[in-house]
C-alpha cells in the first residue's frame, strides 16, 4: 500500500514539457486555428514560431507541492494542523469544507523568459509580447503538469478533488502567498515574493487542490462531514 506524502514538500525539476502551437495561439486570442501553417500572415507565424523555439531554450520547468492535514472550521478559516491562518475566506470555505486535506501547488519557468522579454521590449516590442504569450502559457502548463501529479495521488488514495483555485481569486488574499510560499519552501525553486506579495519570476503559479471525502475512503481516515447549509448552493 503507498504511502501518503503529507506533511512534506514535494519538489520537481526539469519538468518535461511540449509547446504546443494550437496553445499559444489559444494565449494571443487566434481563434479556429490550431497550427502555425493555417495563418494567413507567414511573417505573423514566423515570429511565433521564433518564440516558441526561445521558448524551448529559455524555459527551465520546476514545482513543487505539499499536502496538509484539514483539522476543521473556525470562523471563517478552513485550519489544518500546519496553519490557521492561510485558508481564509468563503471561497475557501466552500472549497474545501468536505475535504481531508489540501494540496498547495507552486509551478514556475524560470526567469530567463521574462528576462528576454524585458531586455526586448523596447527595440523588438511585437516579437516581446509574442515570446511572454509563450512563457504566460507555459507558466500555466507547469501548473496544470503538478495538478495531474496531485490528481494521482487524491485517486490512488480513494478521494475526489476540487477543482485548483488559485492565490490571489476571489476573496482568498493575494496576502495568503506567503504562508504558501513558506509552507512548500519555493525558495527552493528559487521563487521570491515581492513586497506586494507577487512572485518572482513572475511567471509562476499558486493554487491549491483539496481532497474531497468519497465512499471509497476508508472510514478511519474521514473527518466528520458538517451539515450543508444554503450558502452551499452557490458554489
Given at each position: 500500500?503507498?504511502?501518503?506524502?503529507?506533511?512534506t514538500p514535494v519538489f520537481f525539476n526539469?519538468?518535461?514539457?511540449?509547446?504546443?502551437?494550437?496553445?499559444?495561439?489559444?494565449?494571443?486570442?487566434?481563434?479556429?486555428?490550431?497550427?502555425?501553417?493555417?495563418?494567413?500572415?507567414?511573417?505573423?507565424?514566423?515570429?511565433?514560431?521564433?518564440?516558441?523555439?526561445?521558448?524551448?531554450?529559455?524555459?527551465?520547468?520546476?514545482?513543487?507541492?505539499?499536502?496538509?492535514?484539514?483539522?476543521?472550521?473556525?470562523?471563517?478559516?478552513?485550519?489544518?494542523?500546519?496553519?490557521?491562518?492561510?485558508?481564509?475566506?468563503?471561497?475557501?470555505?466552500?472549497?474545501?469544507?468536505?475535504?481531508?486535506?489540501?494540496?498547495?501547488?507552486?509551478?514556475?519557468?524560470?526567469?530567463?523568459?521574462?528576462?528576454?522579454?524585458?531586455?526586448?521590449?523596447?527595440?523588438?516590442?511585437?516579437?516581446?509580447?509574442?515570446?511572454?504569450?509563450?512563457?504566460?502559457?507555459?507558466?500555466?502548463y507547469m501548473g496544470i503538469y503538478l495538478?495531474?501529479?496531485?490528481?494521482?495521488?487524491?485517486?490512488?488514495?480513494?478521494?475526489?478533488?476540487?477543482?485548483?483555485?488559485?492565490?490571489?481569486y476571489g476573496d482568498w488574499p493575494l496576502?495568503?502567498?506567503?504562508?504558501?510560499?513558506?509552507?512548500?519552501?519555493?525558495?527552493?525553486?528559487?521563487?521570491?515574493?515581492?513586497?506586494?506579495?507577487?512572485?518572482?519570476?513572475?511567471?509562476?503559479?499558486?493554487?491549491?487542490?483539496?481532497?474531497?471525502?468519497?465512499?471509497?475512503?476508508?472510514?478511519?481516515?474521514?473527518?466528520?462531514?458538517?451539515?450543508?447549509?444554503?450558502?452551499?448552493?452557490?458554489?
Amino acid at each position: 500500500m503507498p504511502t501518503m506524502r503529507i506533511g512534506t514538500p514535494v519538489f520537481f525539476n526539469n519538468i518535461p514539457f511540449e509547446i504546443e502551437e494550437r496553445q499559444i495561439l489559444r494565449e494571443m486570442r487566434i481563434p479556429r486555428k490550431s497550427f502555425l501553417r493555417e495563418l494567413d500572415e507567414p511573417a505573423l507565424a514566423a515570429q511565433i514560431k521564433k518564440a516558441i523555439d526561445e521558448g524551448y531554450r529559455l524555459i527551465q520547468g520546476k514545482g513543487v507541492f505539499r499536502t496538509l492535514t484539514i483539522t476543521g472550521i473556525k470562523d471563517n478559516c478552513v485550519t489544518t494542523k500546519e496553519t490557521e491562518t492561510l485558508f481564509i475566506g468563503e471561497k475557501m470555505l466552500k472549497l474545501l469544507r468536505y475535504c481531508d486535506f489540501a494540496t498547495l501547488i507552486v509551478a514556475t519557468i524560470g526567469p530567463q523568459v521574462e528576462d528576454r522579454v524585458d531586455a526586448l521590449a523596447a527595440g523588438e516590442p511585437a516579437y516581446s509580447f509574442f515570446l511572454e504569450r509563450v512563457g504566460a502559457w507555459m507558466a500555466d502548463y507547469m501548473g496544470i503538469y503538478l495538478d495531474r501529479a496531485v490528481e494521482k495521488e487524491i485517486h490512488r488514495f480513494g478521494y475526489g478533488r476540487t477543482f485548483r483555485f488559485g492565490v490571489g481569486y476571489g476573496d482568498w488574499p493575494l496576502s495568503s502567498q506567503k504562508e504558501v510560499m513558506a509552507l512548500t519552501e519555493a525558495h527552493k525553486i528559487h521563487i521570491e515574493l515581492t513586497d506586494s506579495f507577487i512572485m518572482i519570476p513572475r511567471l509562476s503559479v499558486s493554487a491549491v487542490i483539496g481532497w474531497e471525502r468519497t465512499a471509497d475512503v476508508p472510514p478511519k481516515n474521514r473527518q466528520s462531514r458538517p451539515e450543508p447549509d444554503e450558502k452551499e448552493s452557490e458554489m
